[in-house]
């Protein structure tokens, strides 16, 4: 089922993440909480570099999550019937992914805390 074209590659991958946003609900959670970061990275107005750091963090835990379906989903084709081995491949992608999450709230708060501060200390200074 190899792509024909460049073209069928981008509609293949396009499609993957559609599938993931209609079916996964820890994805649409994560879309969500990446749109509302970037709305307060354009609110504190962030520079290039925190931006660069916002994204490759939020990039990091879709791909984690996106690689822990793709898990999971082998898994229930290789067997619908419980074994240790199976459980284990599936808490091994999910702990990836809180890795993941848990590495991306400690960027956020190395990011926002400044500009957040600051907001507060201003706003009690008046």
């Excluded at 599938?19 to 509302?36: P, Q, W, Y």
Aim: proline share 2%; with cysteine; aromatic share 12%.
């Amino acid at each position: 089922m190899k792509s024909r074209t460049l073209l069928d590659s981008f509609k293949n991958a396009w499609y993957g993440l559609m599938t993931a946003f209609s079916g996964e609900r820890n994805f649409r959670i994560h879309c969500l909480v990446a749109c509302v970061v970037v709305v307060f990275g354009i609110v504190f107005r962030l520079p290039v570099i925190k931006w660069a750091l916002l994204f490759l963090t939020i990039g990091f835990v879709m791909v984690c999550e996106l690689l822990n379906t793709v898990a999971e989903t082998l898994v229930d084709m290789i067997t619908k019937d419980y074994s240790p081995e199976a459980k284990k491949a599936k808490d091994l992608a999910a702990g990836a992914v809180l890795a993941s999450a848990i590495t991306a709230i400690l960027v956020g708060i190395l990011i926002f805390f400044e500009p957040v501060y600051n907001l507060i200390k201003s706003l009690f200074s008046q």
